[in-house]
């Protein structure tokens, strides 16, 4: 009897015990989370930066093939030929250091939106400890969630603890 009372004592325990489940929308968050819009707006003003001075550089130069051009009229054609060859030479030369300024934005960016990206994380993880939730899911346009209750969205609560941390 006492077997019987104790196994029933424990379905009713396993019965009772549910996952915490919530979910946030991943898209909502990212697009509102303030450290990931100031890193978007600062590399955004780099780019336009380099987009400037790709602009300058290239204004010059062609400014220079132009006068070349009007004085290779009046040269020999070895030697037309020759500067032509090292003015070609300095054009490409540019273009795969500005090439190279650009590759390097883009790296500095995406290790500094990664970054962003696991202080998310991190902070959901943490949430999700803290509050008591066996899982929390991704929503959005990529995420798993194709339908969760308001009131297992977490994304405003999370989107305030991060944006928060972030004023500090």
């Known amino acids: 009897m006492k077997k019987v009372l104790v ?12 996952n915490k489940i919530g979910f946030v929308d991943n898209v909502k ?6 450290e990931k819009l100031d890193v978007e707006a600062k590399f955004k003003a780099k780019a336009e930066t380099l987009n400037k001075k790709r602009d ?7 400014l220079e093939v132009q006068e ?31 090439q190279q300024e650009e590759q390097q ?11 962003v990206i ?4 991190k902070q959901i993880q943490d949430y999700g400890k803290t509050n008591g939730y066996t899982y929390i899911l991704g929503g959005g346009d990529g995420g798993s969630v194709l339908y969760g209750s308001d009131a297992q969205d977490l994304t ?3 989107l305030k603890i991060l944006n928060d941390s972030y004023k500090k």
Do not use: H, N, P
């Not at 968050?29 to 303030?34: F, G, H, N, P, S």
């Open 68 to 98: 070349f051009q009007a004085k290779a009229q009046r040269m020999a054609q070895q030697k037309a030929q020759e500067e032509y060859g090292l003015i070609q030479q300095r054009g490409q030369f540019m273009g795969q250091q500005l």
């Open 156 to 158: 405003s609560e999370i």
């Open 105 to 115: 934005l883009q790296a500095a960016g995406q290790t500094e939106m990664d970054s």
């Open 56 to 62: 300058s550089i290239s204004q010059a130069f062609q």
């Open 7 to 18: 196994l029933a004592a424990l379905v009713v325990l396993a019965a009772c015990e549910q």
């Open 29 to 34: 968050l990212m697009d509102e989370y303030k």
């Open 118 to 121: 696991s202080k998310v994380k």
